[in-house]
């Protein structure tokens, strides 16, 4: 049997971008999935469960940094392991 290592809990605001500082590398060792309103979303760069909103990019646009843009959408945001 193969044992796996337990799970941290998952923040309330979390930030796939390593120089965020809401990023938590501990919790990308593990598979995570973010639903927004009632769907499973892929794209999702960041997201805050108590104030509602997750940001995803805006197309292929980028900024000046190389960066994509990302734009906020409200909603009802879970976030869960796989």
């Known amino acids: ?44 760069e960041e997201y805050c469960i108590s104030e509602g909103w997750i940001k995803v990019a805006a197309g292929k646009t980028v900024d000046r940094r190389g960066r994509p843009l990302l ?3 409200k909603g009802k945001v879970e976030a869960f392991y796989r």
């Open 1 to 44: 049997m193969t044992e796996t290592s337990p799970r941290p809990a998952l923040p309330d605001h979390l930030a796939i971008d390593p120089r965020s500082p809401h990023h938590v590398a501990a919790v990308f060792d593990h598979d995570i999935g973010i639903r927004f309103n009632e769907k499973e979303r892929m794209d999702v």
């Open 71 to 73: 734009i906020k959408l």
